[in-house]
């Protein structure tokens, strides 16, 4: 198999064995793991996993092309103080980075892939720095990756916390998410892959965020064109959905998208100290999910319940409570300022 | 972030009316019928194409029905000389790839970069036939690599280069005004000793690996000396920037540098390196274990180095007999896509 990518300077990559078989069967060749690392060259480390649209760029320079995708929380003097530990970022397989996937492929698709999956290339990076257990900080898509380290992989693992994320993808998501993967499959065989993949962008940011932030933002009457109503969510929705399909592979987009609705971990497995991190107005991970999995956990855990306007989408927008709980959850004198 | 690579070559049509020219699939003649050659027999059935021709240092065989491939490969398992069989015609090569006229040419004979006249003066009569050619031998890319990527559309070179070469050509346009440099790990027979030194085996040991892993070349010298990494870095400079390269000046991998190294954390590779300025040199570096070139022993990197400071990374996994098969299967499968059966 043959991979093609473009990276930055400062981008790793870690070959993954020849014939990396997945949860479900399929097999990955000659896969790699893109990765970068910011802080000092020794110091605790902490590996920071984001949702699907998210990559290895944690954190930036000031420049807005430049920013991290969790910059706020992620840098030297923030809750995760690169001047005293070190972050790993890492692309997701099967998605839109570096790491092995529909991109690097050439357009060969890419087996079906799990955060499982995820998990388990992570646990061989690890392996392969020669790091002793380290930090997991994941959210969404990211804190399925976590949960699943934590429970197969528990000798990589220091301490846990994963927001938005539990134990299970919730049917209701799986519901809205598979409509989007249908949307998106057939502007594929429509021959319209980015205008189908914007549409499924916009009804997956109905699926993030609360009806009290789209109704505190977009409650006005609509403006005409000619004949036809032009309602200011629908242009908010249009535009998140074209920057999003703009850098997204509709493929790799189909791969993660399923990929979250393969999680599954059995939180009786997982002994590491874990917060969870649930948002009781996330339309996507109910807060019972979250719950259930405090629950069932079988090592020493915190539940935090942040109330939130921004859904799903609260790991991107509350920094400040985010940023006590962090400190506090991975000890303050060992990662934060 | 990643960007978006070019698209696949489209066909030169013209250069492909020689395809299908009878019968209902595209013919094949297969030159060199080594542990390579025998690999790529095995495989051949599976493809929509007719094997009429093949040709080892003995005699040329061929039947425009087509030939019984995985017979033919277990008879040269066996140490068979082609013309031995029955049917065989002794002819030089080039009147052979004459009167058979395949439509694609599968050269899979030895390397011999000290003689690459012959191996070029063949190439050339295919593609001036107007045949499609897939190469698995280096000596001829090396020693002309513009003539012969002029006629890229009909042109597979993915074997070459380790699984990587049909990347090359297809993102040639861009790669060629944007890359400043390349660096390649190229040569996966000393990534094997490498790692086993780094294990603590002795070089007899570490040799006797790669040779169970099917890596070493027919003179494991080139191997090790830097002979092969700098023909395929002569493929890649000639490529990118027309360059003649220097002259090689054999290196030497010293097992107590690779042995310390991995003890303080670091790997070594044996690294060739070029640049648009005319630099030109291969030599066992010391590199970080994240360093993209940092590969195993399964794969090789080209690390071309673009304008702007992004870097376009090509790995490839077409190693050992079967590995080169199959990049050389590769080849032939979008070429016969892309003249389509009759």
Known sequence: ????????????????????????????????????????????????????????????????????????????????????????????????????????????????????????????????????????????????????????????????????????????????????????????????????????????????????????????????????????????LRARGEAFAADFDPDAFLCLSQALDLHRVDPRRITAPTTLIGVPSDPLVPIEDVRATARALAGPVRLVELPSRYGHDAFLKETEALASVLREALGAQEVAA | MTTSQLTSPSADTAGLEAFCCSGNSPTLHLIGAGVVGSALLELLPALPARLVALSDSTATVHARAGLPCRELAAFKRRGGSLADRPGAEVLPLPLALDVVDADIVIDATPTDVGRAGPAVARCRGVLDRGQALVLAAKDALAAAP?????????????????????????????????????????????TALIEELEKGSTVPQALQRARDLGLLEHDASIDLDGTDAWTKLAIVAGALWGATPALHHPVQLDPAVVRRRAEAGSTTRLVARASRAGAFEVRYEELPRTSPLAVPCDRVAYAYELDGGDRRIHIGSGLGPDGTAGALLHDLQQLVAAGGAQ
């Open chain 2, 146 to 190: 513009g003539e012969l990527l002029a006629h890229r559309e009909r042109l597979g070179i993915h074997a070459v280069l380790g699984g990587t070469g049909a990347s090359l050509r297809d993102q040639l346009d861009e790669l060629q005004p944007r890359t400043q440099s390349v660096a390649a790990v190229a040569n996966a027979t000393t």
């Open chain 1, 1 to 236: 198999m043959t991979a093609s990518i473009t990276v930055s300077s400062g981008t790793h990559l870690f070959h993954l064995p020849l014939e990396f078989a997945l949860r479900h069967g399929g097999v990955l060749h000659g896969a790699q793991l893109a990765f970068e690392l910011f802080g000092p060259a020794h110091g605790p480390l902490v590996v920071v996993q984001g949702g699907i649209s998210s990559d290895r760029r944690v954190t930036g320079g000031e420049a807005p092309r430049a920013r991290g995708w969790w910059q706020d929380l992620v840098g030297p003097g923030r809750a995760l103080d690169t001047t005293r530990v070190r972050v790993l970022g890492i692309d997701h397989l099967g998605g839109n980075g570096a790491s092995t996937g529909p991109r690097s492929r050439d357009g060969i698709a890419v087996p079906a892939v799990t955060p499982a999956d995820q998990a388990r290339a992570t646990a061989l990076l690890l392996a392969h720095l020669g790091e002793g257990p380290a930090h997991f900080v994941g959210a969404s898509y990211g804190g399925m990756v976590g949960l699943a380290l934590a429970a197969e992989h528990p000798e990589c693992l220091a301490r846990l916390v994963a927001i938005s994320a539990a134990h299970r993808s919730h049917p209701r998501a799986t519901a809205g998410r598979w409509i989007q993967r249908q949307v998106v499959q057939l502007g594929i065989a429509q021959g319209v892959p980015g205008e189908a993949l914007a549409l499924a962008r916009a009804l997956a940011m109905t699926s993030y965020r609360t009806a009290e932030e789209l109704g505190a933002r977009f409650d006005a009457a609509p403006s005409w064109c000619g004949e036809q109503p032009e309602f200011a969510v629908a242009r908010y």
